[in-house]
């Protein structure tokens, strides 16, 4: 099923789809390799019935296996009143893509169940979930070798907590069992920095952008992230933990925040966390003080500024809107933020794009962490914290004794201090999102027929993914 926005735009996986095919043409792909690529493999639908509040609801939700070259398949589960097919469809290939792009090495799935969580308690939505769960188990779309979950809009580490309880009860002789899913909590084998991670990494992507002087110049713009002007939409996970690390260590200008009901604006820079505290005591953005309150939030995505970044949801900028954008560059936070034809616009304006697929994938790097942790059955750091400690007293017992001098004691703290999971995380994440961008960076200058973002960071996915299929064949 494909189904279809309103004014007959392309559906989401249509979308995602056109946009490859922008990259297997760069590249000249074989066509039956560029199929095998595209195809989503495996579709599960279930529907099943929860006892809620003395009626029987049925409940309706999915499970996409988009590709298998690498197992497990890896993709986050989204509770939303709109869920449909196409869409899990559409982001279970991104997650394919995602993954190539970042060197983890997962295939791409998705999950999706209707739903609107705030109409449901907290032990009605545990229920809900086991459910579901069940259900996934029950079809081989959930276990730590061949499917593993993690989190999307409308769950958390609470619904990753219940899924790994729920596998763990039917898989008991599965030592592996707490890596079925990830996202969970660090008591219940999360690992430290994933709740974080998807919006740190979309920082660290734009701090990689700012190092980067062509980019920079081509982008219209100059200097380096502190100072510019930023428009924000979205301050649910992914939004928040991007906002406050600009606002807070980039010193960047978040002068408007897009949510769901409305927006607010103010050219000196809005506090992300007070943003953030006030929408969670008073259930909106309306009111908040020291800042115009625009009703009409989407309006607020064509004011100018330097750099929007959209992490709200799909389909943000379509070819409604998509002549109105006055940024200089459009960070995608969000998955699908841009439709196909609104990017066929941009494409036209001086306006630079970096794409979904890398610049969220963030949260996927730290899930693949938290899953080698899980296999591992060991925190990162443990065994080598104490011994880089000792090695690092050593050292600066060494250079003081040569140059009898003693070391400032910041020195001497950043020197012996050794590494804790929460340290070796984003370390990881850096390299990964500095790496990736690099690649992508090199492939759209390597390529003339490449001349954005998008395209190049599809290029480097369907790249490594037909080297895959044409090492070992397809059978
Ligand atoms: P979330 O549910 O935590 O937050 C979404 C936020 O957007 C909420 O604050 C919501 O009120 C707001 N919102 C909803 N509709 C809006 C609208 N029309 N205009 C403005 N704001 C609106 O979800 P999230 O986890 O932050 O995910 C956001 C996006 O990032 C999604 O596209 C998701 O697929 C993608 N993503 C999330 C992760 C992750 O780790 N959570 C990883 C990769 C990609």
Redesign the pocket.
């Known amino acids: 099923m494909q189904k279809k926005q309103n004014n007959n735009s392309l559906s989401f996986s249509e979308s995602v789809n056109r946009m490859v095919d922008r990259a297997i043409s760069a590249i000249g792909l074989d066509p039956g390799v560029a199929n095998a690529i595209k195809t989503c493999q495996t579709l599960v639908q279930v529907k099943f019935p929860v006892q809620i509040r003395d009626k029987i609801e049925i409940f309706t939700g999915w499970r996409a296996v988009h590709s298998t070259h690498r197992l497990p398949a890896k993709g986050?589960i989204?509770y939303a009143p709109i869920v449909n097919q196409d869409e899990v469809e559409a982001?279970a290939a991104l997650m394919t893509y995602?993954c190539a792009i970042v060197d983890v090495p997962f295939g791409g799935s998705k999950g999706g169940l209707v739903i609107d969580p705030s109409k449901y308690t907290r032990d009605e939505l545990q229920t809900i979930t086991r459910r579901f769960a069940r259900e996934l188990i029950r079809r081989g779309v959930l276990s730590p070798a061949t499917n593993v979950p993690?989190?999307?809009?409308?769950t958390?580490e609470r619904e990753m907590a219940w899924i790994a309880d729920t596998y763990k009860h039917l898989h008991p002789e599965d030592i592996n069992y707490a890596a079925c899913v990830t996202?969970k909590p660090v008591a219940h084998g999360g690992i430290r920095g994933r709740v974080e991670?998807?919006?740190r990494g979309v920082v660290y992507c734009m701090r990689e952008f700012f190092r980067h002087p062509n980019d920079i110049k081509s982008a219209g713009l100059d200097g380096g992230l502190g100072g510019k002007r930023i428009v924000l939409?979205?301050?649910?996970?992914?939004?928040?933990h991007t906002g406050v690390l600009l606002d807070e260590e980039d010193e960047a200008k978040i002068v408007a925040i897009?949510?769901?009901?409305g927006a607010l604006i103010n050219e000196n820079g809005l506090p992300v966390e007070k943003v953030r505290q006030y929408?969670t005591e008073n259930k909106t953005i309306k009111g908040f003080p020291d800042a115009t309150y625009v009703k009409d939030?989407?309006r607020v995505l064509e004011m100018e500024c330097d750099i929007l970044i959209p992490?709200?949801?799909?389909a943000?900028i379509t070819k409604e809107n998509a002549e109105n954008i006055k940024t200089k560059l459009i960070i995608e936070?969000?998955?699908?933020?841009i439709t196909f034809e609104a990017d066929e616009i941009l494409r036209k304006k001086p306006i630079t794009i970096l794409p979904?697929a890398f610049v969220?994938?963030?949260?996927?790097t730290v899930s693949y962490f938290e899953w080698i942790r899980n296999l591992s059955h060991i925190r990162f750091g443990r065994m080598e914290k104490r011994f880089d400690e000792l090695r690092g007293q050593h050292m600066i017992t060494a250079i003081e004794s040569l140059t009898q001098q003693s070391a400032p004691d910041w020195i001497r703290d950043e020197i012996i201090r050794g590494a804790d999971e929460l340290d070796l995380v984003r370390s990881g994440l850096d390299d990964t999102m500095r790496l990736a961008y690099r690649e992508i960076s090199a492939a759209r200058n390597e390529n003339v027929k490449i001349k954005d973002f998008r395209t190049a960071a599809y290029v480097v996915a369907i790249n490594k993914i037909a080297r895959s299929y044409l090492d070992i064949g397809v059978y």
């Open positions: 986050g989204r982001l995602k993690a989190p999307d809009m409308g958390g996202g991670a998807t919006g939409q979205g301050l649910g996970n992914v939004g928040y897009i949510e769901k009901d929408i939030g989407k992490a709200a949801m799909e943000q936070a969000a998955n699908g933020p979904d969220n994938a963030g949260g996927v």
